[in-house]
């Protein structure tokens, strides 16, 4: 009877599960399985794929990689009417964001990479902006930021670590880049990654935020660092206008020591020939500078939400002093002064934000004689020390000034707001229209750019470009993009030598080189 009862109750318990399992309202992972997604960590990421074809590239075997810099500038990129580049290029920069629920959201983590190449580069080797070869199997992953973001209080934001460094008072973590592109200083003075930290305050109209960033730290027992400090705010007057000031401050003491490879950085370096800088004919002695930079910016309307008219601007004077050691002693090398001024109109005449007409001028101020009076009257930005360090790429053109369609190749005939020192004074303008509102976007446009001094045989005309660009938007933030454009070189481009820096032209003393273009199809998509 015994021997019964328990294989009843055998047969009940498989009986019952059986068909407790094949019975859909039933779950039994309620408490395993997670009502909604994990919000403490998130992945974004923007990827970009171009296909170009230009008459311009570098002729130095070493340059591979990465080009930055001006064209016809010391990275060895030149112009030709026989040769033809032709290649395709691929980025993605991954952003890791933790969040954790333990300190209530209040403390993120934030880490970005970046991942470059050409296709068919190479393969199983160690170094950047290189590894699609047949095989792979490169070391190539560049770490851009790592940086923890701190919101102790409402409004409140201190960022910490290898972070974005933008001459914009916006936060680079909760703003979309076209609006830091176009806000502030738009990127022209500063703009790329430093480290060091920031301490922010938004307010309901209004934000400001100061910042350290340490430049190069060089010996860690030695007074040979270059430091940033900078002060920026910004304030609402009225419902469509806000006006900013800011200050800016480096304390340059490395002598020129640290840097871009064997280019090292500063005042009196080999980058300066690069990027397309003031360079600093000091001789090998060492030298100290003060630097500051003292502006203004304004706009009205700037996301063209509240009317159809938008108007930007913005002034900044760099001013300051280097001195040299000689025979023990620190005698002025050089005092600093020179401005830039910007001014930028959009008009909305349809009925999307791609419908529009704007017009960006742009003036800087130049040098007529180098350092022989002991001043330089230039502009001065963070290119001097980085490469890149400012980046202009809003103003509409594609080869006479910087764009952001890059990827490992970023030489604009004029790649830094100063031009070599001898000033700028720049227009650009841009039709666009949306064919299909948000979906098909044409655009085309026009440059014009002239050198505030002349450069010695050569003329002030640097250039005149045209540009056309057709974009299909295939779903959010991501988009299939056609662009073109030409440059005519002007009369600056005759100098038989330069009284500054690297050579006007490339080398090519009173000769005048091909004119530069370029036609790239591209792919990008930001996903979140």
Do not use: C
Request: charged share 20%; hydrophobic share 40%; net charge neutral.
């Amino acid at each position: 009877m015994k021997k019964f009862y328990l294989l009843y109750f055998f047969l009940f318990v498989i009986i019952h599960h059986t068909t407790m399992g094949q019975n859909p309202g039933v779950s039994y992972f309620q408490q395993e399985i997670p009502q909604k997604a994990n919000k403490e960590f998130q992945f974004l990421a923007f990827f970009i794929n171009q296909g170009v074809t230009s008459n311009f590239y570098p002729t130095n075997e070493f340059l591979r990689g990465q080009v930055v810099g001006r064209l016809f500038g010391a990275n060895s990129t030149t112009t030709s009417d026989t040769a033809t580049s032709m290649y395709v290029e691929q980025r993605i920069i991954p952003f890791f964001i933790y969040q954790p629920s333990l300190f209530d959201g209040k403390a993120i983590l934030r880490v970005s990479m970046e991942i470059d190449w050409t296709w068919g580069d190479a393969s199983y080797g160690v170094g950047g902006n290189l590894g699609s070869a047949i095989s792979a199997d490169q070391v190539n992953i560049q770490t851009q930021n790592v940086e923890l973001e701190l919101l102790p209080w409402k409004g409140w934001a201190i960022n910490l670590g290898l972070q974005r460094m933008f001459d914009t008072p916006y936060n680079p973590y909760r703003t979309l880049f076209d609006k830091m592109a176009n806000s502030g200083y738009r990127l022209s003075y500063f703009g790329t990654d430093a480290v060091g930290v920031t301490v922010r305050h938004d307010r309901d109209f209004g934000r400001y935020k100061f910042g350290f960033f340490k430049f190069y730290e060089n010996d860690i027992f030695r007074d040979d660092d270059v430091n940033m400090f900078e002060f920026m705010a910004d304030r609402s007057i009225s419902p469509l206008w806000k006006v900013g000031a800011s200050v800016n401050y480096v304390r340059d003491r490395s002598a020129g020591k640290g840097g871009v490879s064997i280019l090292g950085q500063g005042l009196n370096s080999l980058l300066n020939d690069h990027n397309g800088t003031f360079k600093f004919k000091f001789g090998p002695n060492p030298y100290k500078a003060d630097i500051v930079w003292l502006g203004t910016f304004f706009s009205r309307n700037l996301d063209m939400m509240a009317d159809p008219f938008s108007l930007s601007g913005f002034f900044n004077y760099n001013l300051g002093s280097a001195d040299v050691l000689k025979s023990a002693d620190w005698e002025k090398a050089a005092d600093i002064g020179g401005f830039a001024a910007n001014l930028k109109a959009m008009y909305r005449y349809g009925q999307t934000t791609d419908d529009h007409v704007k017009v960006d001028l742009i003036y800087t101020s130049g040098d007529e004689d180098g350092l022989l009076d002991k001043k330089y009257s230039g502009v001065m930005t963070a290119n001097t020390w980085g490469a890149p360090g400012a980046i202009f790429i809003s103003s509409g053109a594609y080869i006479l000034m910087p764009h952001g369609n890059v990827v490992n190749r970023y030489t604009p005939a004029v790649a830094d707001l100063s031009n070599m020192g001898y000033g700028l004074s720049a227009a650009t303008m841009t039709l666009s229209k949306g064919i299909v509102p948000y979906r098909l976007i044409a655009r085309v446009g026009g440059a014009l750019a002239f050198s505030n001094t002349e450069p010695l045989a050569g003329g002030k005309h640097i250039g005149t470009e045209a540009n056309m660009a057709l974009i299909y938007n295939i779903g959010t933030y991501m988009s299939l993009e056609w662009h073109t454009a030409h440059m005519w070189l002007g009369k600056f481009y005759d100098s038989a030598d330069d009284r500054f820096s690297a050579a006007v032209n490339g080398g090519k003393y009173g000769e005048r080189p091909v004119n530069p273009w370029t036609s790239f199809l591209v792919m990008k998509w930001l996903m979140f």
